[in-house]
């Protein structure tokens, strides 16, 4: 069972449309949650850190769900520059940061 | 610049040769990571180092690989005797301490002919 796992889409939505993604962590023990977007043939960039009480940033929410060990983020009013692919990430102890597959996302005129 | 810096940009080398890529972390963080992504594929971890710990090298695919990281700041990445299957973008990434989100440079795309 992979680490972390992710559904790959592709999700299609059209602009506007509220959008959200769920990741699983195998490991218990992780401890710091990250989201990250890659668009093709670029470098992933942080998107934000996921904490346990749940942050915003403007259109964007990340929950973290420890009992049930998911992660999820929230896009309200897509636009078409939030077509990427959105990396789960986490970290545990000294070990470095995981990274999901991914899931694409695809926002349409 | 204050992001992360990787050279070269792009690298075309023989079947068999060695290649060395490298990284500059941003100043003062002590947590660096090498990654490599193939076209189309998630990332795959190589090596990690924090502070002056010992690195996790449990990414690394072979023993043609290493890496070291001088003075705790320009990291290298070797690749002796390269195979075509060693093709794809080698990414670099920093943080301030190996708790937080890492910054990634622009990676290195090295292709094996």
């Known amino acids: 069972r992979k680490e972390v796992e992710q559904d790959p889409g592709p999700f299609n939505v059209p602009e506007g449309a509220t959008v959200a993604f769920n990741c699983t962590y195998s490991?218990?023990?992780?401890?710091?949650f990250f989201w990250y977007r890659q668009d093709c043939r670029k470098e992933p960039k942080l998107l934000m850190s996921?904490?346990?009480s749940g942050n915003e940033d403007g259109r964007f929410t990340a929950q973290l769900n420890r009992a049930s060990q998911y992660i999820s983020l929230l896009i309200r009013d897509s636009k078409l520059s939030d077509s990427a692919t959105y990396l789960c990430?986490?970290?545990?102890?000294?070990?470095?940061?995981?990274f999901g597959s991914g899931t694409r996302l695809q926002v349409q005129p | 610049g204050a992001g992360v810096s990787q050279s070269p940009s792009n690298k075309v080398t023989e079947k068999g040769k060695d290649v060395e890529l490298r990284c500059d972390p941003i100043?003062?963080?002590?947590?660096l990571y090498w990654y490599r992504q193939s076209l189309g594929q998630g990332l795959e971890f190589l090596i990690y180092?924090?502070?002056?710990?010992?690195?996790?090298k449990s990414g690394l695919p072979s023993d043609r690989f290493s890496a070291e990281r001088t003075g705790g700041s320009v990291s290298t990445l070797t690749i002796q005797r390269t195979q075509q299957e060693d093709s794809a973008v080698y990414l670099c990434?920093?943080?301030?301490?190996?708790?937080?989100?890492?910054?990634f440079g622009q990676g290195t795309r090295l292709t094996v002919v």
């Open positions: 990430v986490v970290k545990r102890g000294r070990r470095a940061l995981t």
């Open positions: 996921v904490y346990s």
């Open positions: 990434a920093s943080s301030l301490d190996g708790g937080q989100g890492a910054f």
């Open positions: 490991n218990s023990a992780s401890q710091s």
């Open positions: 180092f924090q502070g002056n710990s010992a690195p996790d």
């Open positions: 100043s003062g963080h002590t947590a």
